[in-house]
């Protein structure tokens, strides 16, 4: 069973707006950190964002920020990724996430488990 599972992908215009959600499938993650991560077609999967267990601590990758943001409802336990402005170059499968430990994560080597991904396509 795949324990995270992302919605709210989809297809999108240049400059419009997704917000992504996590859900875990069975345990709960609300003491660790957790993040997302893209992969484009023929390139490497990439960070996007992390947060904290809390929500005290947040990471992003510098072409998104200002225009995305990551946050998270423990009491739902619920992931979010508000996209913003979005670019062709964002079109990508994005994945959730979650950290070996209570704080932000940016590395694929830091996650311990993931989801199956959403397609987010952007069209210019």
């Known amino acids: 069973q795949v324990p995270l599972e992302e919605s709210g992908g989809g297809p999108v215009e240049a400059g419009g707006s997704l917000r992504l959600s996590c859900v875990p499938t069975g345990r709960t993650f609300s003491s660790l950190g957790m993040g997302w991560f893209r992969q484009a077609p023929g390139k490497e999967r990439e960070f996007v964002a992390s947060i904290s267990w809390s929500g005290s601590n947040t990471a992003y990758t510098d072409v998104v920020k200002g225009r995305f943001t990551i946050s998270r409802d423990n009491d739902k336990d619920t992931l979010y990724l508000q996209m913003n402005d979005l670019k062709s170059e964002d079109s990508a499968v994005y994945y959730c996430?979650?950290?070996?430990?209570?704080?932000?994560?940016?590395?694929?080597?830091?996650?311990?488990?993931w989801g199956q991904g959403t397609q987010v396509t952007v069209s210019s």
């Open positions: 996430a979650v950290c070996r430990s209570w704080d932000v994560c940016s590395a694929s080597e830091e996650s311990i488990y």
